[in-house]
């Protein structure tokens, strides 16, 4: 199992979610999150004043995949979230230990397969 965590541009997720969903993987999360690549700030000025601005909006995209979905998963990402601009973001990919279904106590890689009982 692994852990994609994707930070992408708020504009990109609608695209990414659905083709995901379309190929069977529909469980992540997302959160909003402010960051900083390697740029760092950006100075904006309102009247004179100036402003360093550290840290921007982004979504932080979180999925534990099944190791042979991985590839499929990241591509779908990388496509949809690339424009070839800075800040277009970032893809990490950590090892999971375990995972455990609550409802069933359930663990390992089949916590992740799709349920025959869930519906979209
Ligand atoms: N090393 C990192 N650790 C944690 N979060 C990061 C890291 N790098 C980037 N991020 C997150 O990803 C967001 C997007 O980063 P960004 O795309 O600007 O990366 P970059 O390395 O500056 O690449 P680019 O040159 O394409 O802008 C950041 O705002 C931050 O939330
Ligand atoms: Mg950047």
Redesign the pocket.
């Known amino acids: 199992m692994k852990k994609i965590e994707a930070?992408i541009r708020h504009e990109s997720f609608d695209a990414i979610r659905a083709k995901l969903a379309d190929m069977g993987l529909p469980s992540m999360s997302i959160s909003e999150?402010?960051?900083?690549?390697?740029?760092g700030g950006y100075t904006e000025s309102y009247r004179g004043a100036k402003t360093t601005i550290f840290?921007?909006p982004?979504l932080?995209l979180e999925m534990v995949v099944d190791d042979t979905d991985l590839d499929r998963a990241v591509d779908v990402i990388l496509e949809l979230a690339h424009t070839g601009?800075?800040?277009?973001?970032?893809i990490?990919i950590i090892p999971v230990e375990d995972a455990v279904r609550v409802r069933t106590g359930e663990r390992g890689d089949i916590v992740l397969a799709p349920h025959p009982e869930d519906g979209p």
């Open positions: 930070f999150v402010k960051g900083s690549g390697r740029q840290m921007r982004k932080k601009e800075p800040g277009d973001g970032k990490f």
